[in-house]
């Protein structure tokens, strides 16, 4: 399994960014989708969640603001972010877990990251 992200880049606090994830190699169910990011320094912190239900779980300083979707095919995600903020400047990464039974197992397989820079 492979995950190749795109977009990212440095925007003015308030804009809108759309990062996508390539996703190839999976040969079972669609996959579970998650976004991370990770400020240098700091651990790695998950962001948008996906459960066994298809339910996504955003963290609190992002939620109302960022969106993670998956296509029906299941091999592209993308994380919409509105509305950003200077505290949102960090790397980005795309994750997924694979499913057994239905159930997402843990996240297994990242993408390369992203740099996203909000300016105020």
């Known amino acids: 399994v492979q995950l190749v992200q795109s977009g990212g880049g440095s925007v003015q606090a308030g804009e809108s960014l759309k990062l996508s994830c390539s996703i190839s190699?999976?040969?079972?169910?669609?996959?579970?989708a998650g976004w991370f990011r990770q400020v240098l320094g700091k651990e790695r912190e998950l962001i948008a969640d996906e459960h066994s239900n298809g339910g996504i779980k955003y963290a609190e300083s992002v939620k109302g603001r960022f969106t993670s979707s998956q296509d029906i095919a299941g091999d592209k995600m993308y994380l919409q972010m509105d509305n950003l903020k200077p505290t949102d400047t960090a790397t980005y990464y795309c994750?997924?877990?694979?499913?057994?039974?239905?159930?997402?197992?843990?996240?297994?397989?990242w993408g390369q990251g992203t740099q996203v820079t909000v300016s105020s």
């Open positions: 994750a997924v877990a694979l499913r057994t039974r239905g159930r997402c197992l843990r996240y297994s397989v």
């Open positions: 190699g999976v040969t079972t169910s669609r996959p579970c």
